[in-house]
């Protein structure tokens, strides 16, 4: 009697295989590297700061799935560009249940007589989006709706991975190099000084008017991003480069460059902010006279966070990426650059060689992640290296060459700007032939997996 059990179908070799394909992938294996390096990343930060007592940013914001939230508007702000992703009906629901949530939270903190803050309900939203993602979505869409939620939680993660960068550098660096940067500042004429001086002038309206603009950057940037992601849920894709991911590079490399050059700011070191700790209350009445530069002694609580201004690195970026926007995006990029280097001057918070070593920083990532986008080419691999050699050479000279800066500034100080400007121009020319480049070439085929993005989306 013939046997008529079907046998067990043994996989052939290339079923075996295809499983294992997608990790074979370049981008794929590139995306995983980050993943994982990123995920080794917040694991130290975490065990950083539980060295000096505090949570990291790991605990803190596993805390505010349930706890008082610090910032709600950022958990909005995440939340936000987790919906670029979203349908207008999915965007309607989930700011409902967020709001939702929120108000559940609240009534309970009332009655429980704790911090009226609010927040939770845009994480909880966040966080589920992940979770419909993961369970019950497929292919493409999940894709799609995972980077949606890990944007929206990177937001997030980015600002407590800062606080906690900023912790350690008040940590471990007990002594600061402001007398460094004041005395290579008379290279440049001493410009926090000088604006430190014009700010005043301008009474309290100019004050606070400026302060609104510099504390209020993290707002613009997320009203760019979500007008450069604006596109994503009816092309169900995202664009290869955007603002939010220059903002988030920014601000994971910036604060190493604080551990190597740590530095307080004019109005705590020379100014009334420093108290005690101050060489003397100075800014910006009196240019000081520091003969020998030497590192002072600084308390264990002001971050070191001026070299390089990641704030003038961030307004930067800001005005580079509207610079492909509508007339009034492209105002407000300008503005808020023009504002955000007036206010850190004047406010103490950096001297002028901590801008143009910020600008050359932003000009150098910019393109290091537009190339990671596009593909890396010959001119992006000068330039960055071109970027990356100038800022180097800046904090060697600010460090060793101070006095002799200081005494010929006609020499040092056009130098200086030489450099910047070198970077600038290798930056238009460079991105410009980019910009003409994809002008000129052919139509991709339509598909999620060969559609280019639009200009205004680069």
């Known amino acids: 009697m013939p046997n008529t059990t079907t046998p067990p179908r043994i996989p052939r070799r290339t079923d075996r295989a295809s499983g294992f394909a997608a990790w ?159 005395v290579a500042d008379h290279a440049l004429g001493d410009p926090s000084w000088l604006v430190g001086r014009l700010v005043e002038a301008t009474g309290p309206f100019g004050f606070h008017s400026l302060h609104l603009v510099y504390s209020q950057l993290p707002l613009a940037a997320a009203l760019v991003g979500l007008y450069q992601l604006r596109h994503v849920a009816a092309e169900r894709r995202f664009p290869r480069h955007h603002l939010v991911r220059t903002f988030l590079v920014i601000g994971l490399i910036g604060p190493a460059v604080y551990m190597i050059f740590p530095v307080v700011g004019p109005v705590f070191a020379y100014g009334w902010e420093g108290g ?114 100038v800022f180097a050479l800046m904090l060697v000279a600010y460090r060793y060459l101070p006095r002799e800066m200081a005494a010929q500034p006609w020499l040092s100080g056009p130098l200086l700007v030489l450099a910047m400007a070198s970077v600038i121009h290798g930056y238009v020319r460079t991105t410009g032939q980019w910009d003409a480049d994809a002008k000129t070439a052919p139509a991709p085929d339509p598909g999620p997996s060969s559609a280019e993005p639009s200009p205004e989306l680069v």
Not at 161 to 168: S, V, Y
Not at 304 to 329: D, I, K, Y
Request: aromatic share 10%.
């Open 24 to 182: 074979r992938r370049p981008r794929t294996t590139l995306w995983a590297a980050v993943g994982v390096a990123t995920l080794g990343f917040l694991v130290a930060l975490e065990c950083a700061a539980r060295h000096y007592g505090v949570p990291g940013p790991v605990t803190y914001q596993a805390q505010e799935v349930v706890f008082s939230p610090r910032s709600g508007p950022l958990l909005y702000a995440g939340l936000a560009l987790t919906m670029v992703v979203l349908t207008w009906r999915q965007r309607l629901l989930a700011l409902c249940a967020a709001v939702g949530i929120d108000v559940v939270f609240l009534l309970v903190r009332w009655l429980a007589g704790a911090e009226l803050n609010f927040g939770n309900g845009a994480l909880w939203v966040v966080l589920g989006c992940g979770v419909v993602a993961v369970t019950r979505r497929t292919g493409a869409e999940r894709a799609l709706l995972l980077k949606g939620a890990g944007l929206g939680l990177l937001l997030v993660a980015g600002h407590k991975t800062g606080d906690t960068w900023l912790l350690i550098t008040s940590k471990t660096r007990p002594t600061v190099l402001d007398p460094y940067l004041v």
């Open 276 to 389: 005690s700790w101050a060489v003397a209350d100075l800014w910006p009445g009196t240019l000081p006279q520091v003969p020998v530069p030497h590192p002072i002694p600084f308390d264990d609580i002001t971050p070191r966070n001026c070299m390089p201004s990641l704030h003038t690195a961030w307004a930067t970026s800001l005005f580079l990426h509207t610079r492909q926007g509508s007339r009034p995006m492209r105002w407000m990029g300008t503005f808020w650059l023009v504002a955000t280097l007036t206010a850190t001057l004047g406010f103490g918070y950096h001297y002028g060689t901590d801008l143009v070593a910020g600008i050359v920083f932003a000009l150098t990532v910019e393109v290091a992640m537009r190339s990671l986008a596009r593909g890396w080419d010959r001119p992006a691999t000068l330039l960055v290296a071109h970027g990356t050699v």
